[in-house]
């Protein structure tokens, strides 16, 4: 039998387009001799996630990403369909991160994170996607940090540039001449003959003769001891202990005329003298006045006794 040009060439073609379709298979990670599992997984954003992105489990490739599609009911949402070249069972509740494979080729893939479901997945489920921030959690809280130090460093410039105006450096100016100034006032007082220099010497000399007359001083210091413990061994203190007893025995004395106690008490607080004498003091005085008037009514019985004389002459 033999077989025609055109048979041959179509064969050709045929296997040729074949091997092409496996080969671009291939080159994506999907192997169609083989039977696999899909699986769709919906995101937000995939972060450069592509086309036969390889799918992990536990750091052992069991898949490949086969398609990435926009969601037409969903829109702004992605599907990303993941085929299982090995016959895994997935948990409820797992979840399929996006990762980055490595941090200077920004190739990501898809790593299976399984949950403790004893309930799994059936092929054309979807389950739920994650995505990885990877190097960049680590970088964010510093970069954080970093934007927060610049704006303070750029606070920090904005606020002393406007210290450090024109007018401040003036100031600032005068007052270093001023301190210059100071320093020279300074440097001359120190020098010999200066205003310091003179005051130095004014205290060496007055040290000088507090040095000559310490044996004044001292014997000066020993005459006020001398003089302390005389003091200390008079009868002052005694002198004053008597004081306050009299005082004591005074006030007590005081007390008690107060109170009405004693001749003095009674006399202060008990007006029947009083009357008695003011009484003794009238009749004293009506007596005085009848003998001013009538003196013969008292006096002629003793002093010239007539009335006795002419009783004996009759």
Do not use: C
């Amino acid at each position: 039998m033999k077989i025609s040009r055109e048979l041959k060439i179509g064969v050709i073609a045929v296997v040729t387009i074949a091997a092409f379709i496996w080969g671009l298979n291939f080159l994506k990670g999907v192997n169609i001799l083989k039977s696999s599992d899909d699986y769709y997984i919906v995101y937000d954003k995939i972060n450069g996630l592509i086309e036969s992105g390889i799918v992990y489990l536990n750091g052992y490739k069991v898949g490949n990403v086969s398609a990435i599609d926009f969601d037409s009911k969903n829109p702004g949402k992605i599907v990303v369909t993941m085929a299982l070249a090995e016959k895994i069972q997935i948990p409820v509740n797992s979840v399929a991160l996006i990762t980055s494979s490595s941090l200077i080729s920004g190739i990501k893939d898809l790593e299976l994170l399984f949950s403790d479901s004893t309930v799994y997945y059936k092929p054309g489920d979807t389950i739920p996607g994650a995505v990885d921030k990877g190097f960049s959690a680590m970088i964010d809280p510093f970069k954080v940090q970093v934007e927060e130090t610049i704006a303070n460093i750029d606070t920090i410039l904005i606020v002393m540039r406007n210290i450090f105006n024109e007018n401040t450096q003036e100031n600032l100016k005068n007052t270093f001449a001023h301190l210059d100034t100071i320093a020279a006032g300074l440097s001359s007082s120190l020098e010999p003959g200066g205003g310091i220099s003179r005051g130095i010497e004014n205290i060496a000399d007055i040290t000088g003769e507090l040095k000559k007359k310490s044996g004044e001083l001292a014997s000066i210091l020993v005459s006020f001891a001398s003089i302390s413990d005389s003091l200390a061994n008079s009868e002052i203190k005694s002198t004053i202990n008597n004081t306050n007893k009299t005082i004591e025995a005074t006030n007590e004395i005081l007390q008690k005329i107060k109170n009405g106690e004693g001749t003095a008490g009674m006399l202060i607080h008990n007006d029947t003298l009083y009357n008695n004498l003011k009484s003794a003091s009238q009749n004293l005085d009506i007596l005085i006045k009848d003998l001013k008037e009538h003196p013969k009514k008292y006096v002629h019985f003793s002093l010239f006794g007539g009335k006795e004389k002419q009783e004996k002459s009759r």
